[in-house]
């Protein structure tokens, strides 16, 4: 199987917690349902086929009593006995004499038929003997035929032969027996099989069984799902904290609640909370000393040199503290741009756009293709300055930008291309370095493709490079929409 079809199976599945849970219950449940209702209704026909075999037997033994009878008789007497058992009405089997055997559409040989028939003939072999002539079928009530001129079951008086042939509202098969007892004689006896066997029909799974199958799979889902549903709410509460805490929000201590797993998650998140928001603390105080700890030196530098009357030596003093106060102020604003504390909220992502590529319309060195579908919760300036860096970035080295938009479900994505030269394969994650330039570049302080990663990486997203064939450069931010 392909990578791609396996990929769309898998997106069929359920996402959430509830709906895998609910679905992989549903399978163990219908498949033990299943299992045990198949064992249950192989014993149930097994049982059956023994009941009816014992039935079949007793009948036959009955029906052998009976041939016993009318070959003790004399063969005179033989028809007046029988029209005295039609007259009387009401008798097991219906008995008549023919002098041949009477051709009848036998109906489909199944399992059950032939079980029925072996036992008869065994039966009326031990007890008449292994020479006599038999033949057992069963035959459609509408296909029986009684006596020798081929009359149906519907043109005899009705105590004749309904009484033992008939079952209304059902129309079973009927057992017909034909047993040779001499020269152009034979005795024809038909008769239905005792209940419940009347039918011999396999029962199949008992309505009753399909019900408590139903009831008991909804009770199950219905339980397992209240018990997913309060055990993953600590979850979901943990998955928007975490993902304020990682957009630099204040987040509040997350409720410690549900199983004793749940708890020790939300314990060690919060401890988490409290670290990191210490540690930001902290460095946002230990950045705000060493700024203003530097620049008291740097401007007292300025004026000594200033003092110094050798002119050359003052250039190169100069020189110096540009470069030391360049570095400073391009530390300084590296973590000032991605240590920026707002609150999230949802941003129109077109408007934000619009509002970057605006002063470059008129001129044509930007293009805008698509639009985002929905706004996207974040932090409003941080995304600002990550998309404007990049697009800054693209017209400062190609001149020309092309900002793309695919927006879906589950990310936002924005491509920007541009026609410069591109970054060489060996330095495409050396150019995320603060202060890294490539060969020829002189401009700015080489931090605009790192901030905007980190505030990338702060959403949870990522920027990406790659170099186009036909010359340029493709820089992608994917920023994916998490579930609330």
Known sequence: MSAPATERRWRLLPRSLLGRMLLLTLLVVLLAQGLSSLIWVAQLRASQLQGLQASARSLAHSMSASVSYFRSLPVAYRPMVLDQLRSMGGTRFFVSLNDKPLGMAALPITARKQAVIDVFQDVLHERLGQQIEVSVEFVSPDDLRIFNSGLKLDELPRSWAHYSLTLEPLNPPVLVTQIRLGEGEWLYIASLLPEPYTSLEAERLPRQQIGFIALTTALLLLFIGLLVHWQSRPLKRLARAARELSLGADVAPVTEGGGSEVVEVGRAFNNMRERISRYLTER?????????????????????????????????????????????????????????????????????????????????????????????????????????????????????????????????????????????????????????????????????????????????????????????????LCLPRMAE
């Open 284 to 476: 946002s105080q230990l950045f705000s000393a060493i700024s203003h700890d530097l620049r008291t030196p740097i401007t007292r530098l300025r004026l000594r040199v200033e003092l110094l009357e050798d002119e050359a030596l003052q250039v190169k003093f100069s020189r110096d503290l540009d470069e030391l106060e360049l570095l400073v102020k391009g530390a300084l604003q590296c973590v000032k741009d991605t240590d920026i504390h707002e609150n999230i909220e949802p941003i129109d992502l077109n408007q934000l756009l619009e509002t970057l590529a605006e002063p470059y319309l008129g001129d044509g060195r930007i293009t805008l293709e698509g639009r985002a579908l929905a706004p996207y919760p974040g932090k409003a300036l941080a995304l600002r300055r990550c998309i404007g860096n990049l697009v800054d970035n693209a017209i400062k080295y190609g001149e020309r930008a092309h900002l793309r938009i695919i927006d879906g479900a589950e990310d936002f994505v924005l491509q920007v291309d541009d026609q410069g030269p591109g970054v060489p394969q060996q330095q495409m994650e050396q150019v995320f370095v603060p202060h890294f330039r490539l060969a020829g570049q002189q401009q700015g302080y080489g931090l605009g493709l790192g901030i905007a990663r980190n505030i990338a990486h702060s959403h949870g997203g990522e920027v990406s490079l790659l170099n186009l064939r036909d010359g340029g450069l493709r820089v992608t």
